[in-house]
């Protein structure tokens, strides 16, 4: 049986990844934080109890910040695979932080790096490399594209790219990263940008609260579906050889887009609901993300089927349903 380890299975992308290995018949291992409270809350559908003679989920404490650990968890657990998901992954957050987003989101992936030169494990290693290194560098964006970060948290990613591509060349590690476009669902934490919509419709639609607050309505994304997007992870994995891929849908809305498609999906018009506040204004903004993933369909047969129009619905639905279940 194959075995992987992913940091950041409590997260987005990791709880689909690890629903995806797992059907796949794969032994995973997950990297989770000591919280003082539940953080598990993403993947509590998948866990077994430990005494079960057939469990193939198993859940071990670390961070990215202690180097030791991962060390002494890869060498015990021998993974073939090894997802690096995770990291600090707010853009917003890290101007507020730019020292941890720099020290988990950067420095993490390479003491991940080193933990595995520095076994000698012979695994495959997966990057979550981010469209926001591209930053300035205007759309439509390729593996090509020169990165032009334009927050602590896309500078943090370029240099855990580059830190990938060095370790690929320099010590012969299989490691791929994957330059993921803005992905969403259900599961999306509360305060990205899709999500804080769609709740909030939820929310009114139920008479639950009456506005939702907001910063530039301008920026555009290229927004598609996460667990399309844990699909690409896994097959940069089984390639013949490492290499570097963008994953993207190919297409762009803008935030007020996604506003006007998620009200009007629920019967409620936008412009009564939404307000501007600065407070969610970034010192520098990415203006426009459209990703050209064509690398990725011819080489490793990948290709969006969600797009915005139907993600929005996916997203709105859920979080009606989730409400309507609370009652
Ligand atoms: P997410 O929902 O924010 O999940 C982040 C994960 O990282 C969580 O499991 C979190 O644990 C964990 N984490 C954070 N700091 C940690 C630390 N110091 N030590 C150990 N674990 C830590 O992110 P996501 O949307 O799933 O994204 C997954 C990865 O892809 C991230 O690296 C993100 O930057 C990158 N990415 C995401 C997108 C996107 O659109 N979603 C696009 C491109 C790249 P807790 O649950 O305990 O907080
Ligand atoms: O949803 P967002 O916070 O996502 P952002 O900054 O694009 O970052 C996400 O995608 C990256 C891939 O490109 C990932 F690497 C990263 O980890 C994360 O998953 O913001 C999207 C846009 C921005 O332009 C922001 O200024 O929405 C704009 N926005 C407008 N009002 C807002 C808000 N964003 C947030 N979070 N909250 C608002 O109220």
Redesign the pocket.
Known sequence: MKKAFV?????????YLAELLLAKGYEVHG???R?STF??R?IDHLYTDPHEPDKRLFLHY?????GSRLVTLLAAIQPEEVY???????VRVSFDEPEYTG???GM?TTRLLEAIRMIGLNCRFYQ?????MFGASPPPQNELTPFYPRSP?GAA?VYGYWMTRNYREAYDLFAVN???????SP???ET?VTRKITRAVARIKLGLEKRVYLGNLDARRDWGY?PE?VEGMWRMLQHHQPDDYVVATGTSYSVRDFVSLAFQHAGLDWEEHVDYDQRYERPTEVDSLVGDASKAQVELGWKAEVHVPDLVRIMVDADLAALTEED
């Open positions: 940091t950041g299975i409590t997260g987005q992308d990791g709880s990297l989770i934080r919280a953080n598990t993403r670390g961070d990215l910040t202690d690096h998901l995770a990291a600090q992954s707010h020290d988990t989101t993490g979550a490399s981010s469209s926001e948290y990613k994957g330059i993921l476009f803005n992905h969403e599961r999306r934490g990205f996460a997007y």
